[in-house]
């Protein structure tokens, strides 16, 4: 599981590093082909290519940074190939002033890229 976990948060770095960027394009690229984005309040985004124009407006309401930290990390099967993620997010400005926060689940599949996200859900805390 450390191995998974360290994969994981490294993902998570590249997701990161990517939004402050503002290559949402490449955002796209971690997750798995058929996933689905379930933002707060909006549709749900089906399918990589789309998860661009799914972040954009976070991008919109000033967003350039972001918060996410990890509660709980396990595996959903035997064998680690999908794992759940529980945790928490915060959405900055670049004074570093909240944009919002909220909690957020992730279901993470094993591909031969190593783990993309497959269903990605997240909340404010309103």
């Not at 890229?113 to 859900?121: A, L, Q, R, V």
Request: charged content about 30%.
């Amino acid at each position: 599981m450390e191995g998974a976990k360290a994969a994981i948060e490294a993902k998570k770095a590249e997701w990161k590093r990517h939004f402050e960027e503002n290559n949402l394009k490449a955002i796209g690229e971690i997750y798995a082909v058929d996933c689905k984005l379930l933002p707060h309040g909006k549709p749900t985004v089906h399918g990589r290519h789309d998860i661009p124009d799914g972040l954009k407006e976070l991008r919109m309401k000033g967003t350039t940074s972001l918060s996410w930290e990890t509660d709980e990390l396990g595996p959903m099967t035997g064998n680690g190939d999908v794992i759940f993620e529980l945790g928490n997010y915060k959405f900055l400005k670049s004074d570093g002033s909240s944009v919002t926060e909220g909690k957020h689940v992730v279901i993470w599949k094993k591909a031969s890229n190593g783990y993309e996200m497959y269903i990605d859900i997240f909340n404010e805390n309103k």
